[in-house]
């Protein structure tokens, strides 16, 4: 079974940098037709897609979000991460990550419990 756990520092400050890391196990970031995502719910709001990396490592991301985020990989650690820069107070909430698959209908299908960030101003 696969499993996705998220962690990151948790409070950081405004204008700063925060990186997360979503450690996958029981399955390969490199497999084939699966790509890897990051998602976020700040305080009673719903669920914001941030980002994906895919198999073979390309990126795509949210156009509200683009010019701060990056999301890279490390197949020898076989982890996602997200940077998410020029961090603001309306940046907190919680961060997961989730694998999804290019097959129809698939969707999402293993989630991550989530990592909270706090921007304090």
């Known amino acids: 079974q696969v499993r996705l756990q998220e962690s990151g520092p948790g409070l950081v400050k405004s204008s700063q940098t925060v990186s997360l890391i979503c450690l996958v196990s029981?399955?390969?970031?490199?497999?084939?037709?699966?790509?890897w995502s990051w998602f976020r719910q700040p305080p009673g709001k719903g669920l914001e897609w941030i980002g994906s990396?895919?198999?073979?490592?390309?990126?795509t991301y949210s156009s509200s979000l683009e010019i701060r985020t990056s999301i890279t990989r490390d197949t020898s650690k076989n982890h996602f991460t997200l940077q998410l820069r020029d961090l603001a107070p309306e940046d907190t909430g919680m961060y997961f990550c989730?694998?999804?698959?290019?097959?129809?209908?698939?969707?999402?299908?293993?989630w991550g419990k989530g990592t909270p960030v706090t921007v304090s101003s």
């Open positions: 989730a694998r999804g698959s290019v097959f129809p209908s698939a969707g999402y299908d293993y």
């Open positions: 990396i895919n198999y073979a490592g390309t990126t």
């Open positions: 029981g399955g390969s970031v490199t497999t084939e037709y699966y790509y």
